[in-house]
């Protein structure tokens, strides 16, 4: 069965460090999204992919990177992590038409102390 | 600015009664709408949708209506149930051009056997 996995879905890390999280589908979807959720702001879109070499900016895109080189991945990347980017950060992939519904992967954890 | 407001954070409601989570958006550009589901430690799954050019939309217990005039919709879950117990995320989207979603920031909805 087709599915979206992340990995790790824990992570924790100190301030300064560079992380990244993984995501992989194998809908073989050209749509590819991140988000993070935190109490009180919902799920927030940081960047996104509408196919290969294509990467857009989301919402709280500050201190974050995404490279789509497959169609199957979009690694996030910290590039410096800091404690404000403590949170759940979420995977998501549809297949770019009309009316076609996200399909979300399980979830990472990230804590940075 | 938060485009997409759930102004209830929790709701309590009683096995085989009626559920009704509210949802109101800012952007008129907005055609599409998406209620999506989450447990914990897992990810938000899609639930229902309508499109602008509806009013509601029925799928079993779940029935979601959408008032254009007045920016608004709501999910109707009859009866609710136990297993409805979860954080319900609404969502919008301007269907041409764009396969981004604005969600909100969730109604966590307890039923009570």
């Known amino acids: 069965d087709a599915e979206i996995t992340q990995s790790p879905r824990h992570k924790i890390t100190e301030t300064g460090r560079q992380v990244t999280l993984a995501c992989h589908q194998t809908?073989?979807?050209?749509?590819m999204f991140w988000y993070r959720q935190d109490l009180g702001h919902g799920l927030r879109l940081i960047h996104y992919?509408?196919?290969?070499?294509?990467?857009n900016k989301g919402e709280v895109s500050d201190g974050y990177s995404v490279s789509r080189s497959n169609t199957e991945d979009l690694p996030l990347t910290l590039e410096s992590a800091a404690s404000s980017q403590t949170s759940v950060y979420f995977c998501?992939?549809?297949?770019?038409?009309?009316?076609?519904?996200?399909?979300f992967g399980p979830g990472t954890r990230l804590l940075v102390l | 600015d938060q485009q997409v407001k759930q102004n209830s954070p929790s709701l309590s409601v009683q096995e085989g009664r009626i559920s009704i989570l509210n949802c109101d958006y800012t952007?008129?550009?907005?055609?599409?709408f998406l209620w999506y589901k989450k447990y914990p430690a897992e990810g938000p799954t899609f639930l229902i949708s309508?499109?602008?050019?509806?009013d509601k939309n029925e799928d079993g217990r779940f029935t979601v209506f959408l008032n254009k005039s007045a920016k608004h919709l709501s999910l109707h879950i009859v009866p609710s149930q136990p297993g409805d117990s979860a954080v319900y995320f609404c969502?919008?989207?301007?269907?041409?051009?764009?396969?981004?979603?604005?969600f909100g920031t969730g109604t966590r909805l307890k039923v009570l056997a």
């Open positions: 969502a919008a989207s301007v269907s041409s051009g764009t396969y981004k979603y604005i």
């Open positions: 992919s509408y196919g290969v070499q294509d990467t």
């Open positions: 309508i499109s602008s050019i509806k």
């Open positions: 998501a992939s549809s297949a770019g038409t009309r009316g076609e519904t996200q399909y």
């Open positions: 809908w073989n979807h050209n749509n």
């Open positions: 952007n008129s550009m907005f055609d599409y």
